[in-house]
């Protein structure tokens, strides 16, 4: 008797071989094979009607060997790339898409097959040709069809892994489909198996877990669950999935997430799914609360020789009877290590061999890192507001020695306010006699530069904003936490952003679109983007300063015409990250521009780059401050040796200097809506 995780197993490689034939068909009508039309002229929504032409047909006549040879010659100048066009739900006539699975009708011809599923609710793919040779398609087409790609590991290894965690969770089909029929469903599937979430997530989105094509908004706007770079293939009619991703739900204020969740269950106008690759328990308000809790064991030896059977063809009791006698631990292997050892053309011992090392390696990481938790074993450290965060290979850490550049990324660290003595409250400025470039005066702080206008009372205002947010008495949707600074080269746009982190008292990500550009290939480049908001939000709070920001273009500047696609991606791409931490906890913004006029406006909407200040060159009055904060502890000594009659600014400049040890805050109060630059 077949078992419900046989019956899912079946349905998902069904999925996944399917995708594997439209892709074929799509490269066979590049290379002339076959012709494609859309059921309703004109609107690829639905769906495609795929024929055999005259020519290809010849190739039936031919001998076989020379007919798979001129195939594959021609597959071989097609690209590997997404289909364009596709059906929704009916799976392809005529096709067995496994061996151990169903078979399409027989006796039809492909005129009824077209007919028969125009019956149904969704389009449908069909072969048709002359009613005088009602069999030559289908011939062909089983022809090509030998020449489908191998089932992709990682496709492979999530669909078992889904399948088992419904076997193991569910009592029957039935069971399951009713909580799937509820348009607001809650559904939370945890597999603990290393970057679990983004495969799913791309397989979700793909069509290869339900029905459907489906897009994906994440509850929290952290990040998309596939953490993909929007969608791969156009001309879909997409249903949306609201998702979360289990490794993020502790780098969130529960406060906060659990807030948005309820909104969008409320909401009931998409299903909601958490996919969990953690071992560790989830918090109540989201491990209790689902409608369906589907979770399984991770990988073992039993699931192991089922992949091994299905991309390489290797007998279960083969593949059970070597790992047994290896000892094989799987523990710590994730589903990209999988795709790494199970390769086309590998014997079992090597694969196996690849799999024991690559298992050592991980989990001898994973051990490192339980140490560096002082033993805790729970992956997990706290920042200075005193919410969780997962580790990371770039997680900054308080008295930890600064990350070098990564993926161009610099780190800095805030400077910690200077100690001050009894006698400085009285009036004078602290310096510290064994390093007097630390001085509390010389100290890079927005409050003791000589002003940038509204930028210098938006610092002050998050300062204290920021504060309320650790203390939970404000969310972080009502702070303004994104600006965008613009002015002549030289205004002291990037000194504002290293004071602004010493005033906060938090991380600075210094990063550039010059340096987003630099790998040149459009994926490389929306990686490298994609990478610094992705440190961001393991590492918040934290700033992320954007200098250069005009070089990403502008897409209604009207030039650039030859590579519109490849600006327009990027373009969207900030949107999309700019628009995720709008509700990311803990992520700050400040961009800057030497040319504001050559942004794209989106970029400055509400949510965005919302708050802009234009900074002038300095007058008189702030080239004093300026060079006030610079003398720090030799002003006294300068405006000793001055002539008399000296500006009345300079006196000014004293009278500050004198306020400064007593509180850095109130130091420069004259200088409100200057700039300056170091």
Same mark, same amino acid.
């Given at each position: 008797?077949?078992?419900?995780?046989?019956?899912?197993?079946?349905?998902?490689?069904?999925?996944?071989?399917?995708?594997?034939?439209?892709?074929?068909?799509?490269?066979?009508?590049?290379?002339?094979?076959?012709?494609?039309?859309?059921?309703?002229?004109?609107?690829?929504?639905?769906?495609?009607?795929?024929?055999?032409?005259?020519?290809?047909?010849?190739?039936?006549?031919?001998?076989?060997?020379?007919?798979?040879?001129?195939?594959?010659?021609?597959?071989?100048?097609?690209?590997?790339?997404?289909?364009?066009?596709?059906?929704?739900?009916?799976?392809?006539?005529?096709?067995?898409?496994?061996?151990?699975?169903?078979?399409? #009708?027989?006796?039809?011809?492909?005129?009824?097959?077209?007919?028969?599923?125009?019956?149904?609710?969704?389009?449908?793919?069909?072969?048709?040709?002359?009613?005088?040779?009602?069999?030559?398609?289908?011939?062909?087409?089983?022809?090509?069809?030998?020449?489908?790609?191998?089932?992709?590991?990682?496709?492979?290894?999530?669909?078992?892994?889904?399948?088992?965690?419904?076997?193991?969770?569910? #009592?029957?089909?039935?069971?399951?489909?009713?909580?799937?029929?509820?348009?607001?469903?809650?559904?939370?599937?945890?597999?603990?198996?290393?970057?679990?979430?983004?495969?799913?997530?791309?397989?979700?989105?793909?069509?290869?877990?339900?029905?459907?094509?489906?897009?994906?908004?994440?509850?929290?706007?952290?990040?998309?669950?596939?953490?993909?770079?929007?969608?791969?293939?156009?001309?879909?009619?997409?249903?949306?999935?609201?998702?979360?991703?289990?490794?993020?739900?502790?780098?969130?204020?529960? @406060?906060?997430?659990?807030?948005?969740?309820?909104?969008?269950?409320?909401?009931?106008?998409?299903?909601?799914?958490?996919?969990?690759?953690?071992?560790?328990?989830?918090?109540?308000?989201?491990?209790?609360?689902?409608?369906?809790?589907?979770?399984?064991?991770?990988?073992?030896?039993?699931?192991?020789?089922?992949?091994?059977?299905?991309?390489?063809?290797?007998?279960?009791?083969?593949?059970?009877?070597?790992?047994?006698?290896?000892?094989?631990?799987?523990?710590?292997?994730?589903?990209?290590?999988?795709?790494?050892?199970?390769?086309?053309?590998?014997?079992?011992?090597?694969?196996?061999?690849?799999?024991?090392?690559?298992?050592?390696?991980?989990?001898?990481?994973?051990?490192?890192?339980?140490?560096?938790?002082?033993? @805790?074993?729970?992956?997990?450290?706290?920042?200075?507001?005193?919410? #969780?965060?997962?580790?990371?290979?770039?997680?900054?850490?308080?008295?930890?020695?600064?990350?070098?550049?990564?993926?161009?990324?610099?780190?800095?660290?805030?400077?910690?306010?200077?100690?001050?003595?009894?006698?400085?409250?009285?009036?004078?400025?602290?310096?510290?006699?064994?390093? #007097?470039?630390?001085?509390?005066?010389?100290?890079?702080?927005?409050?003791?530069?000589?002003?940038?206008?509204?930028?210098?009372?938006?610092?002050?205002?998050?300062?204290?904003?920021?504060?309320?947010?650790?203390?939970?008495?404000?969310?972080?949707?009502?702070?303004?936490?994104?600006?965008?600074?613009?002015?002549?080269?030289?205004?002291?746009?990037?000194?504002?952003?290293?004071?602004?982190?010493?005033?906060?008292?938090?991380?600075?990500?210094?990063?550039?679109?010059?340096?987003?550009?630099?790998?040149?290939?459009?994926?490389?480049?929306?990686?490298?983007?994609?990478?610094?908001?992705?440190?961001?939000?393991?590492?918040?709070?934290?700033?992320?300063?954007?200098?250069?920001?005009?070089?990403?273009?502008?897409?209604?500047?009207?030039?650039?015409?030859?590579?519109?696609?490849?600006?327009?991606?990027?373009?969207?791409?900030?949107?999309?990250?700019?628009?995720?931490?709008?509700?990311?906890?803990?992520?700050?913004?400040?961009?800057?521009?030497?040319?504001?006029?050559?942004?794209?406006?989106?970029?400055?909407?509400?949510?965005?780059?919302?708050?802009?200040?234009?900074?002038?060159?300095?007058?008189?009055?702030?080239?004093?401050?300026?060079?006030?904060?610079?003398?720090?502890?030799?002003?006294?000594?300068?405006?000793?040796?001055?002539?008399?009659?000296?500006?009345?600014?300079?006196?000014?400049?004293?009278?500050?200097?004198?306020?400064?040890?007593?509180?850095?805050?109130?130091?420069?109060?004259?200088?409100?809506?200057?700039?300056?630059?170091?």
């Amino acid at each position: 008797m077949e078992t419900l995780t046989d019956r899912i197993t079946r349905y998902l490689l069904a999925r996944i071989r399917r995708l594997a034939i439209l892709d074929l068909y799509e490269r066979a009508a590049v290379a002339g094979l076959l012709e494609a039309d859309f059921i309703v002229a004109g609107d690829e929504t639905t769906g495609t009607v795929w024929r055999v032409p005259e020519q290809s047909l010849r190739l039936l006549h031919a001998d076989p060997v020379k007919a798979q040879a001129e195939i594959t010659r021609r597959l071989g100048k097609a690209p590997h790339k997404t289909t364009a066009i596709d059906v929704l739900i009916q799976d392809l006539p005529a096709e067995p898409v496994h061996g151990k699975l169903r078979s399409a #009708p027989k006796g039809r011809t492909d005129r009824e097959n077209l007919a028969a599923g125009r019956l149904k609710s969704g389009p449908v793919v069909a072969a048709q040709v002359p009613e005088k040779t009602p069999s030559a398609s289908s011939e062909f087409l089983a022809l090509l069809r030998e020449h489908i790609a191998p089932p992709s590991v990682a496709h492979v290894a999530v669909a078992l892994l889904v399948a088992r965690a419904v076997g193991s969770s569910v #009592p029957g089909l039935s069971a399951l489909s009713a909580v799937l029929r509820n348009p607001g469903a809650f559904v939370l599937i945890k597999a603990p198996v290393g970057r679990f979430e983004r495969r799913f997530g791309l397989m979700l989105e793909d069509g290869l877990i339900v029905p459907y094509w489906t897009k994906l908004e994440d509850v929290h706007r952290s990040s998309p669950l596939s953490d993909g770079y929007g969608e791969r293939r156009r001309g879909k009619t997409r249903k949306t999935i609201k998702t979360l991703a289990g490794t993020d739900v502790p780098k969130a204020v529960e @406060r906060s997430l659990s807030r948005f969740l309820v909104d969008v269950l409320l909401e009931r106008s998409a299903p909601v799914v958490l996919a969990d690759e953690t071992k560790t328990a989830l918090p109540p308000f989201v491990s209790m609360t689902p409608d369906l809790l589907l979770e399984c064991g991770g990988l073992d030896h039993e699931l192991m020789a089922e992949l091994l059977q299905m991309c390489c063809d290797i007998a279960p009791k083969q593949s059970l009877r070597q790992m047994e006698k290896i000892a094989l631990d799987l523990e710590g292997l994730s589903i990209d290590a999988l795709a790494l050892a199970v390769r086309p053309g590998r014997g079992l011992e090597h694969i196996l061999s690849i799999l024991e090392v690559l298992g050592e390696r991980a989990r001898s990481s994973d051990k490192s890192d339980d140490d560096d938790d002082d033993g @805790r074993g729970s992956g997990r450290s706290s920042d200075r507001s005193g919410r #969780p965060k997962v580790k990371s290979r770039f997680l900054i850490k308080d008295g930890d020695d600064l990350p070098k550049s990564v993926d161009g990324i610099d780190v800095v660290q805030p400077e910690k306010p200077a100690e001050t003595s009894g006698k400085e409250s009285s009036g004078s400025a602290s310096v510290d006699p064994a390093n #007097p470039e630390h001085s509390r005066l010389r100290q890079l702080r927005v409050e003791t530069l000589s002003g940038y206008g509204d930028a210098r009372d938006w610092a002050l205002d998050l300062k204290t904003d920021l504060q309320l947010w650790r203390d939970g008495g404000l969310a972080w949707s009502e702070m303004s936490t994104k600006l965008i600074l613009s002015g002549p080269p030289g205004t002291g746009k990037t000194t504002y952003a290293r004071a602004l982190c010493n005033s906060l008292q938090v991380p600075l990500l210094v990063t550039s679109v010059a340096s987003w550009l630099e790998p040149g290939y459009l994926g490389d480049v929306l990686k490298r983007m994609s990478k610094a908001f992705e440190v961001a939000r393991e590492n918040a709070p934290v700033i992320l300063f954007i200098d250069e920001v005009d070089n990403i273009g502008n897409r209604s500047a009207g030039r650039r015409e030859q590579h519109d696609d490849y600006w327009r991606s990027l373009i969207n791409r900030l949107l999309e990250l700019l628009d995720g931490t709008s509700k990311t906890e803990g992520v700050i913004v400040v961009a800057a521009t030497n040319l504001p006029e050559k942004i794209d406006p989106a970029l400055l909407r509400s949510g965005r780059l919302e708050k802009h200040v234009a900074i002038s060159m300095p007058d008189m009055e702030a080239l004093t401050g300026i060079l006030a904060h610079h003398l720090g502890a030799d002003l006294a000594g300068v405006l000793a040796s001055a002539p008399s009659g000296s500006p009345k600014t300079i006196e000014t400049a004293r009278q500050n200097q004198a306020y400064a040890g007593s509180d850095a805050d109130v130091i420069d109060q004259y200088n409100r809506g200057v700039s300056q630059d170091v």
